[in-house]
């Protein structure tokens, strides 16, 4: 991913979490991540998020796939 789709996706991810009144470790458990590497994911300490990461995560948020990269308004 390039980088600026890279912080757009970590920002929608955010922003749904948030919206969802759910935790960071509740979404990562569901996604299959440990709390730690979700944050790291999230905080961009590393870009950890791979393509093959966004079903898990958008279904452990219960949103689409495209909701990550554009989300609903």
Same mark, same amino acid.
């Given at each position: 991913? &390039? +980088?600026? +789709?890279?912080?757009?996706?970590?920002?929608?991810?955010?922003?749904?979490?948030?919206?969802?009144?759910?935790?960071?470790?509740?979404?990562?458990?569901? /996604?299959? !991540?440990? /709390?730690? *590497?979700?944050?790291?994911?999230? +905080? &961009?300490?590393?870009?950890?998020?791979?393509? &093959?990461?966004?079903? /898990?995560?958008?279904?452990?948020?219960?949103?689409?796939?495209? *909701?990550? !990269?554009?989300?609903?308004?």
């Amino acid at each position: 991913m &390039e +980088n600026e +789709n890279y912080e757009q996706i970590v920002a929608n991810i955010k922003m749904l979490i948030e919206e969802k009144g759910m935790k960071q470790g509740v979404v990562a458990e569901r /996604a299959g !991540f440990t /709390a730690q *590497d979700f944050s790291n994911m999230l +905080n &961009e300490r590393r870009k950890l998020i791979r393509i &093959e990461h966004l079903p /898990a995560i958008a279904n452990a948020i219960g949103v689409e796939i495209k *909701d990550l !990269f554009y989300p609903p308004e």
